[in-house]
T-cell receptor, first 108, second 112 residues
Framework: GQQLNQSPQSMFIQEGEDVSMNCTSS?????WLWYKQDPGEGPVLLIA?????ELTSNGRLTAQFGITRKDSFLNISASIPSDVGIYFC????????FGKGTKLTVNP | SQTIHQWPATLVQPVGSPLSLECTVE??????LYWYRQAAGRGLQLLFY??????ISSEVPQNLSASRPQDRQFILSSKKLLLSDSGFYLC???????????FGDGTRLSIL
């Protein structure tokens, strides 16, 4: 079945720093999605990618659909305390699977 | 617009008791529905998904079951809860299996 590797598992950064996380798959995907989960809530969609090479921004967030169609990256610029949470990638073709998440902690 | 409701928000149950968690979606027809479980600070484990009324796919063998008695209603059940059933249960819907999922606010289940 489809498998996703998301890294890093956790990150501890200072406010103002940039953040980068990624997901890789063992097979070619048609869709890559990125979500954020605030503590005690359900995940919320941040960015959706449907085309190889696609680069999409949402405020300080930028995500890319890798050219090989086997990976995706999420960057957060100039982090702020409210960026804390768990970030999940999700990818697939006919069906989607989640990565295990990246837990982000931002120190003021 | 579409909305998803999950209840209760928190639940404390003794070991061996039954469970029923309900999820309903409004504003869309024939959604794909999902149940996930999340241990504290961990990833999302897909438990069940449904592409239509009465159609349930199980991803993980366990003492939980799911039912979809109506188009926009998804129920997670257990006859006898185990300590390992504790966790954060999330319901979600999507237009199709390869489209973004929209989550409810979750139910935090504690087993004593």
């Amino acid at each position: 079945g489809q498998q996703l590797n998301q890294s890093p598992q956790s990150m501890f950064i200072q406010e103002g720093e940039d953040v980068s996380m990624n997901c890789t798959s063992s097979s070619i995907f048609n869709t890559w999605l990125w979500y954020k989960q605030d503590p005690g809530e359900g995940p919320v969609l941040l960015i959706a990618l449907y085309k190889a090479g696609e680069l999409t921004s949402n405020g300080r967030l930028t995500a890319q659909f890798g050219i090989t169609r086997k990976d995706s990256f999420l960057n957060i610029s100039a982090s702020i305390p409210s960026d804390v949470g768990i970030y999940f990638c999700q990818g697939g073709s006919e069906k989607l699977v989640f990565g295990k998440g990246t837990k982000l902690t931002v120190n003021p | 617009s579409q909305t998803i409701h999950q209840w209760p928000a928190t639940l404390v149950q003794p070991v061996g008791s039954p469970l029923s968690l309900e999820c309903t979606v409004e504003g869309t027809s024939n959604p794909n529905l999902y149940w996930y479980r999340q241990a504290a600070g961990r990833g999302l484990q897909l438990l069940f998904y449904s592409v239509g009324i009465g159609q349930i796919s199980s991803e993980v063998p366990q003492n939980l079951s799911a039912s979809r008695p109506q188009d926009r209603q998804f129920i997670l059940s257990s006859k006898k809860l185990l300590l390992s059933d504790s966790g954060f249960y999330l319901c979600a819907w999507s237009v199709s299996l390869n489209q973004p999922q929209h989550f409810g606010d979750g139910t935090r289940l504690s087993i004593l």
